[in-house]
């Protein structure tokens, strides 16, 4: 008996073997929060170039002939210099919605598909959005901290928080996210704008072309962009002096979106009124000005991460990467617009 599950186990490691490889250059988040059994799959095997001890390009190279899919994670760059070494690959798939670490025109150069997590974080992010902006106007998590030292005894009532109802709610960047932003915000009574890469014909939002006259004419500004060349630190001085000192600014993007230091700055001066953000430039690296701040509230980049949508991430991931392997269109092929 002992010999024949021997054999039973070697046929199934060489059927693993011979399995078209999906090379993963970093253990995606979703990894360690939901298992990495949530992504196997009986029509594909990954092969994870941070177990290895070879150098990368060595590594790659050596695989090379087999390797037909990059699952793609925030952090790892699928550059030129890495597309040379695997001319199989035919797909990236990424767990992220933002594609800022794939070079996304070698990709169409080289005839590469490419399929993001589409709707799977949309609501979950806009929610978040929604939270952070309600939290800076309404002063949540600093009044909350103000009952828990005491201090509501001590010294009497806090300041009142502002009302979310009636604010110029302006959004930038009017994708899957920035429109489920839109959405929860109409609802609250918010009059929405935004500004996008186009006008998008199917709302009827007015539409700012210029960042920084979409800023000057809203109260709250939402970043829900993705990061590219374009977009990196686009929200700079002129646009924060546009939002104006009763201004609040949110961010579920990227962190770089933003020019940092001259946010800290705006709201030390007092030039910007708050900021909820979910990202930061240099993460895990936070700008410790803010610590001191009762108008900033700090998330650690976890919009995204719910059960509930890294259920759905895990069946998106799988469902694209056994698609591309049956030669089916993929659940979620990314195409280049916003």
């Not at 928080?161 to 604010?167: E, F, I, R, T």
């Not at 030039?271 to 690296?285: Q, R, S």
């Amino acid at each position: 008996m002992g010999v024949n599950d021997t054999d039973s186990d070697k046929t199934q490691e060489e059927e693993q073997q011979d399995l078209p490889k999906v090379v993963l250059f970093r253990p995606p988040p979703a990894f360690s929060l939901i298992g990495e059994e949530s992504f196997a799959s009986n029509k594909f095997h990954f092969l994870k170039t941070y177990d290895s001890q070879l150098p990368l390009d060595q590594f790659l190279s050596t695989h090379s002939h087999s390797i037909k899919a990059i699952l793609s994670s925030g952090g790892a760059p699928v550059n030129a210099d890495i597309l040379q070494l695997l001319p199989e690959v035919g797909v990236v798939v990424t767990t992220s919605a933002g594609l800022n670490q794939i070079d996304i025109p070698e990709c169409r150069r080289r005839g590469i598909k490419i399929a993001n997590a589409g709707n799977v974080y949309s609501a979950d992010v806009a929610d978040l959005a929604v939270g952070l902006l309600i939290d800076v106007l309404r002063k949540v998590s600093a009044s909350d901290r103000y009952v828990r030292q005491g201090l509501w005894a001590a010294k009497g009532n806090y300041p009142l928080g502002s009302k979310l109802s009636g604010k110029r709610a302006g959004i930038v960047g009017l994708g899957n996210i920035g429109y489920e932003v839109a959405k929860r915000l109409e609802a609250f009574g918010c009059f929405v704008s935004y500004n996008s890469r186009k006008k998008k014909p199917y709302v009827s939002y007015p539409f700012y072309h210029d960042v920084c006259e979409l800023a000057a004419n809203c109260d709250a500004l939402i970043i829900c962009c993705g990061l590219s060349d374009e977009t990196r630190h686009m929200i700079k001085k002129q646009v924060l002096s546009a939002l104006g000192k009763e201004g609040v600014i949110v961010n579920i993007g990227r962190g770089a979106i933003i020019d940092e230091k001259e946010m800290v700055r705006c709201l030390m001066q007092g030039e910007i009124a708050g900021a909820g953000l979910d990202v930061f430039e240099n993460e895990p690296n936070v700008p410790e000005e803010f610590f001191a701040m009762d108008n900033v509230v700090l998330s650690p980049h976890r919009a995204v991460f719910t059960p509930e949508s890294l259920k759905d991430l895990s069946e998106l991931v799988v469902g694209n990467l056994e698609a591309f392997l049956s030669n089916k269109p993929l659940l979620s092929e990314y195409v280049d617009s916003e």
